[in-house]
C-alpha cells in the first residue's frame, strides 16, 4: 500500500536533489567532488525505487481495473516508464562508475547536455504523474487520504 503522502514526498525529494544535482554539475570543477557524486548516487537510486514503486503499485493496480481508459492510461505509464529506464540505464553506464562511486566525465559538455536533457525527462514524468496519475487514483479510490493499490 503506497500512500499520496509518500508518493508526493518522493517526487519533492527527486526534484530537490536533481536541482542540487544540475546546480552542482555546471560548474566542472564540482563533478569531481564527493559531493556531487553521493548526490548523484542518492538521486539515481531514488528515481529507480519511485519508478519501480509506481509502475509495481499503482500501474499494476490500474490494468486490472475494468474501465479500458483506467488500463491505457495504466499501458502508457508503464510504456514510458520502460523507455525512461532504458534512457537512465544508459545514461548511468555512460557517466558514471558504481563500483568506484564516481562520474566518468571524458566530455564535459556531452555530460551536461546528457544530465539537463536526462533530469528534465525525469521531472516531466513527475510531473505527468502529479497531474495525470495521481488524479486519476484519487477518483477511482475515492479521496486524497486513501492508501493506493
Known amino acids: 500500500m503506497v500512500a499520496f ?3 508526493h514526498a518522493q517526487n519533492h525529494k527527486i526534484t530537490e536533489l536533481s536541482n542540487v ?3 552542482l554539475v555546471r560548474e566542472r570543477s564540482m563533478c569531481d567532488t564527493d559531493v556531487a557524486c ?5 538521486l539515481t537510486n531514488r ?3 519511485h519508478m519501480e514503486l509506481v509502475d509495481r503499485d499503482i500501474c499494476g493496480a490500474l490494468i486490472s481495473y475494468p474501465d479500458q481508459k483506467v488500463k491505457n492510461t495504466a499501458n502508457r505509464f508503464l510504456s514510458g516508464s520502460t523507455e525512461i529506464k532504458r534512457i537512465f540505464g544508459a545514461y548511468v553506464k555512460e557517466w558514471c562508475s558504481q563500483k568506484r562511486h564516481a562520474l566518468t566525465i571524458s566530455d564535459y559538455s556531452s555530460f551536461l547536455q ?3 536533457q536526462m533530469f528534465a525527462l525525469v ?3 513527475i510531473q505527468r504523474e502529479t497531474e495525470h496519475l495521481y488524479p486519476l487514483l484519487r477518483k477511482l479510490e475515492g479521496g486524497d487520504d486513501k492508501q493506493v493499490a
Request: without cysteine; aromatic residues 20%.
Open 47 to 49: 528515481i529507480r525505487e
Open 114 to 116: 546528457d544530465t539537463e
Open 21 to 23: 544535482f544540475l546546480y
Open 38 to 42: 553521493d548526490v548523484f548516487f542518492d
Open 123 to 125: 521531472m516531466d514524468r
Open 5 to 7: 503522502a509518500q508518493l
